[in-house]
């Protein structure tokens, strides 16, 4: 009788669907991580912006006004030592901030896109 030998290991098509499943959970993972920076950003923005809305408002009820412009604003923001002088956004880009009367001003985040208004964060033009 001859003795068949057998090696032992695994296949080529359970080494591919082995490979496949990780890939694919490796792809779900990266995804959900993504997500939640992106969620995590846009909480962050809003946070500041009602941080820096606040500072405003408190500022108009000590001296009858708002800031006149974005480098009042960030001035006024290092004197009262303020963590958000630099008025930068999770995306890099700079809060915008405009005045439109001596009592009334929008404070806003672009969200990453100047261009797509849906995405800005606070108190737009737009009423968003």
Request: proline letters at 3%; charged letters at 15%.
């Amino acid at each position: 009788m001859e003795k068949t030998s057998r090696k032992s290991g695994f296949t080529l098509v359970e080494l591919m669907t082995v490979i496949a499943i990780m890939a694919l959970l490796s792809a779900l993972v990266l995804g959900l991580a993504g997500n939640a920076q992106k969620t995590a950003a846009r909480k962050r923005a809003a946070s500041e912006v009602e941080q820096l809305s606040s500072f405003v408002t408190d500022y108009l009820a000590e001296y009858g006004r708002v800031p006149s412009s974005p480098a009042a604003l960030s001035n006024a923001l290092a004197e009262a030592g303020h963590a958000l002088t630099n008025m930068v956004d999770p995306w890099g880009m700079t809060y915008v901030y405009t005045n439109t009367s001596k009592q009334t001003f929008y404070l806003y985040s672009y969200g990453g896109s100047e261009t797509n208004a849906a995405q800005w964060i606070g108190n737009t033009p737009g009423g968003e």
